[in-house]
């Protein structure tokens, strides 16, 4: 971080280490960002993604725990809290990923059922018109 080159020089093991440190973080922020973006787009869908917004939120504390870790400078350790984040991410992606599935499939089912609606709509005029020809009042 920009904390780390007020004492650090560039090339060395601590500056390295704060380097690595920055790029875990803003990874797994970003993953974050995509999944909060795709439970977004399910939930306009009309799905029920409580429970994975829910999953997220939890995995949004364990953001705010990482980044004060940080602050130890262990950089396995943290290593470590972002793979069972990012671990936790996958569940809550594939959540979403399947909420947006299911979202495409109802879109589907309702056109499905519009035509079919159409098409019996036309039958039963075209029934009654053929009725009202052979039985005129």
């Known amino acids: 971080g920009a ?20 790029q875990l973080l803003s990874d797994f922020s970003a993953e974050i960002e ?29 953001l705010v725990s990482v980044r004060n870790m940080t602050h130890a400078l262990d950089v396995a350790d943290l290593e470590k809290k972002v793979g069972e984040g990012k671990s936790l991410l996958s569940g809550i992606r594939a959540s979403a990923e399947d909420a947006l ?17 159409i098409l019996f709509a036309v039958a039963f005029y075209m029934k009654i018109r053929q009725m009202r020809r052979r039985f005129p009042s």
Do not use: N, W
């Not at 795709?38 to 306009?44: C, Q, V």
């Open 3 to 22: 904390v780390c080159i007020q004492c650090h020089e560039p090339g060395s093991k601590p500056f390295a280490a704060a380097g690595r440190m920055k």
């Open 34 to 62: 995509t999944d909060q973006s795709l439970l977004d787009r399910a939930d306009r869908a009309g799905v029920e993604v409580s429970d994975p917004r829910y999953r997220l939120q939890e995995i949004h504390t364990l």
């Open 101 to 117: 599935k299911e979202a495409k499939l109802r879109r589907r089912g309702l056109v499905v059922a519009t035509v079919f609606l």
